[in-house]
């Protein structure tokens, strides 16, 4: 079956510009993370979901970071007026569930901010 | 949160076994252990998971002693393909997903 997809690949966007990134996980699974990985950095945890609902938003860096997910699937991660230091890969998962259920990593969005 | 601490980078030949070793001294009762593999530019991939003594599959194996302190990540007869960085997890056990926390991880470089 298909895995957790991303889109877009990359996206080069100019400083203060509002930027989407999507997240399809795998169906079924209803727990959702995002990731931010900065050059040779490990991955820094933003926010979770359980279904529709994200219990945790304690990773998120700023009031410029907001994520939803709809229908209990796709999720989207919303940074608005970007700034240079939000150049990073932004990763996404999926789980079964919570807890230490395996967690299935989407390919990532590049984001550049010029 | 249980902190882990592992090498920045191990270097090793093809052939060899290689054991990287992961320090979770505060790690909590119901937490588990988790390991990642990730290659340049994709996301990370479960290699293997333990709650304490020994776990095998067909690509590793965790060894947990009983105070689970720590854990060792063996890799049997490793390949120039299994150069990556691996990643040591531990939590999920109080349904707090900044528990699931990835360091830094280690960089693993398999000479030929």
């Known amino acids: 079956g298909a895995g957790v997809s991303q889109s877009p690949s990359n996206k080069v966007t100019e400083k203060g510009k509002d930027v989407e990134l999507r997240c399809d996980p795998i169906?079924?699974?209803?727990?959702l993370y995002w990731y931010r990985q900065s050059l040779g950095q490990g991955l820094e945890f933003l926010i979770y979901f359980q279904g529709n609902s994200a219990p945790d938003k304690s990773g998120l860096p700023s009031d410029r970071f907001s994520a939803e997910r709809t229908g209990g699937s796709v999720s989207t991660l919303t940074i608005q007026r970007t700034q240079q230091e939000d150049s990073a890969v932004y990763l996404c998962?999926?789980?079964?569930?919570?807890?230490?259920?395996?967690?299935?990593f989407g390919p990532g969005t590049r984001l550049t901010v010029l | 949160l249980a902190k882990t601490t592992q090498p920045i980078s191990m270097d090793s030949y093809e052939g060899q076994e290689v054991n990287i070793t992961c320090s979770h001294n505060n790690i909590a009762t119901n937490d588990y252990i988790t390991w990642y593999q990730q290659f340049p530019s994709q996301g990370p991939r479960f290699i293997i998971q333990?709650?304490?003594t020994k776990v095998t599959n067909e690509v590793a194996s965790l060894f947990i002693p009983a105070d689970r302190k720590s854990s060792t990540l063996s890799l049997p007869r490793v390949s120039l393909s299994d150069t990556a960085v691996y990643y040591c997890l531990v939590g999920g056990a109080s349904g707090s997903a900044r528990q699931l926390t990835f360091g830094s991880g280690t960089q693993l470089t398999v000479l030929p």
């Open positions: 333990g709650y304490k």
């Open positions: 998962a999926s789980s079964s569930g919570f807890s230490y259920n395996e967690q299935f």
């Open positions: 169906s079924g699974h209803t727990a």
